[in-house]
Structure formats: structure tokens, C-alpha cells
């Protein structure tokens, strides 16, 4: 019930193409799902994030789509380019003392030239 | 990363050995992670800090231990290393509890042969 699910494990997408990552979770007391982004070499950092309160969160390209009763979440990428490419992990947590991020097993992104 | 270090980079050491990795932090958070990321298995928490001297398992934890003398600093000690233990180890800073981001460090490419 502290998983978060994330598919595709991998994806590749032509320049100027949308890309979509889809998580779910089922634990309804995660009250915050943020993105991180990884380039090769370098550690995971905050892309864009959002409560379940609401349903669209956007920034520049970056969009996350929230659906509490379906218990699902994505990120789009409109208009990819190649250095979108990364590896990309939806996350959530709950708000209480112990309050760790439960990340999914990420997608690696391609995004052809 | 700004604000957090991690030593070595790389190491490559043999099995059965002590290793130790270190995690320095500049921005005084109280909370600090430790995580190892496999191909497949995303990112898991082998062990976290709340503060000086407290500590707590992660989903990982077996074979690892860790100190915290120091608001700055963050051991993890691999008391015998094991092949299995090949990865990257990713130190992760916040300043309050997880749901308001992590940061994280570059990592430290661990090779026991």
C-alpha cells in the first residue's frame, strides 16, 4: 500500500513529441506527489510537484495531471526535446511525522534528435 | 549540488572490506537520507537521520550502518562489502520532513569485486 507505480520503464519519444509518464498509488493518505528529474552522473532533483487538491499543475513544458479518485497521476512533457532526456520519478508522500518521500522505480526518456 | 557533498565519487574495493561513504551538508537541514539506485529498482532508502545521533532503518538497511555525530554529516558504513552492494549511493538533504523536496547529492559509484 506504500508503493507508487510508475510505467513505462522506459520511453523514447521524437523531438517535438509529447511525452507522458503514468504513476498510481493506493495508499489515500499521500497528500503530496512530486516529479524529480535525473541527468547520467547526477542526483535526482525537484522537477514540479502537486496536491491533490488539485487536478493540473504546469510549468512551462512540464504538466501534471491529477486523478484522485482513480488514484493516478502523470506528467506530460509537451514538445520534448533532447535535453528532456533523463531518467524521470513520480514520488508521493503523506503528511505525518514520519514523513518519507515512497519513490517509483522511475523512466528512462529518450527523446530522439 | 549546492550545499551537499558527497565523498568519494567513486571506490572500487574488495570484498569483505569496511567502506565508508560520507555525506557533508552546508544548508543546516536536520534531515538526511541515504539511498542506493539499481537498474530496476529505482531509488530505496537504506537509512535516514531526524537529527544529532538519531537514526532509523530504511527498506534496505541490512548490511549498512550509519552515524550522525554532526548536524553536517552523515556516515554510511558498509561493515562488510558484498557484490551485492555494487551501486550508487545517493545522500538526499531536507529541511523539514520529505514532502517539501529532497536534494540530493551527485552520488558515489561503489565497485566491490
Known amino acids: 500500500q506504500q508503493q507508487v507505480k510508475q510505467s513505462p520503464q522506459s520511453l523514447i519519444v521524437q523531438k517535438g513529441g509529447i511525452s507522458i509518464i503514468n504513476c498510481a498509488y493506493e495508499?489515500?493518505?499521500?497528500?503530496?506527489f512530486p516529479w524529480y528529474q535525473q541527468f547520467p552522473g547526477k542526483g535526482p532533483a525537484l522537477l514540479i510537484a502537486i496536491r491533490p487538491d488539485v487536478s493540473e499543475k504546469k510549468e512551462g513544458r512540464f504538466t501534471i495531471s491529477f486523478n484522485k479518485s482513480a488514484k493516478q497521476f502523470s506528467l506530460h512533457i509537451m514538445d520534448s526535446q533532447p535535453g528532456d532526456s533523463a531518467t524521470y520519478f513520480c514520488?508521493?508522500?503523506?503528511?505525518?511525522?514520519?514523513?518519507?518521500?515512497?519513490f517509483g522505480k522511475g523512466t528512462r526518456l529518450h527523446i530522439l534528435p | 549540488d549546492a550545499g551537499i557533498t558527497q565523498s568519494p565519487r567513486h571506490k572500487v574495493t574488495e570484498t569483505g572490506t569496511p567502506v565508508t561513504l560520507r555525506c557533508h551538508q552546508t544548508e543546516n537541514h536536520r534531515y538526511m537520507y541515504w539511498y542506493r539506485q539499481d537498474p530496476g529498482h529505482g531509488l530505496r532508502l537504506i537509512h535516514y537521520?531526524?537529527?544529532?545521533?538519531?537514526?532509523d532503518k530504511g527498506e534496505v538497511s541490512d548490511g549498512y550502518s550509519v552515524s550522525r555525530s554532526k548536524t553536517e554529516d552523515f556516515l554510511l558504513t558498509l561493515e562488510s562489502a558484498t557484490s551485492s552492494q555494487t551501486s550508487v549511493y545517493f545522500c538526499?538533504?531536507?529541511?523539514?520532513?520529505?514532502?517539501?523536496?529532497?536534494?540530493f547529492g551527485s552520488g558515489t559509484r561503489l565497485t566491490v569485486v
Open positions: 495508499n489515500t493518505a499521500f497528500d503530496y
Open positions: 514520488a508521493a508522500s503523506i503528511g505525518s511525522a514520519d514523513d518519507k518521500i515512497i
Open positions: 538526499a538533504i531536507s529541511e523539514g520532513t520529505g514532502r517539501y523536496g529532497y536534494t
Open positions: 537521520s531526524y537529527g544529532v545521533k538519531d537514526t
